[in-house]
């Protein structure tokens, strides 16, 4: 559903979205997002309509099944994964989603291949990239911890498990 709305920042027209997931063995999940054709404002963020007290979730990655488990990160929550010592603090205006823990995995790659783009700390960031690839094997035991002081956050392992 999309909807016009005004720009936070600039104040003209811009355009909300809200995408409801139903997810299995949980409930609702509602993504909204805002974008802003002309000042270019962007930011997302995940309700669910469950939940709000504050949750921590812990998932110890062991086996490739696991990277298929379902992730919602919404703009508090804070990522860690202390086998690689990377944690990921929400700033507020976090960008927010709902994939899977490959897909997590894959959005942090994306975020240390834009670092090196800017020459930041090249060969640190190099190595840390490779070892996500690593983890996105499926062969590398790691933990993945959310923590999310308003709820909206959480790690849902799939129907079959
Ligand atoms: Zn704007």
């Given at each position: 559903m999309e909807i016009k709305t005004r720009c936070p920042v600039c104040g003209q027209e811009a355009m909300s979205t809200f995408l409801v997931y139903n997810i299995p063995n949980f409930g609702e999940a509602v993504l909204t997002s805002i974008s802003c054709q002309h000042c270019g404002y962007k930011s997302s963020d995940v309700i669910l309509t469950e939940e709000s007290n504050p949750k921590r979730y812990t998932l110890v990655?062991?086996?490739?099944?696991?990277?298929d488990y379902r992730v919602i990160r919404s703009s508090h929550g804070n990522i860690k994964i202390p086998e690689l010592g990377l944690e990921i603090k929400s700033t507020g205006f976090t960008d927010s989603y709902i994939t899977n823990v490959e897909g997590v995995l894959l959005r942090i790659e994306d975020d240390l291949k834009e670092k090196i783009r800017n020459k930041q700390n090249e060969k640190q960031i190099d190595d840390l990239i490779k070892k996500i690839r690593e983890l996105r094997g499926g062969k590398t035991k790691f933990t993945l911890e959310i923590d999310d002081p308003t709820g909206n956050s959480a790690i849902i392992p799939r129907q079959s498990d």
């Open positions: 990655i062991d086996s490739p099944e696991k990277l």
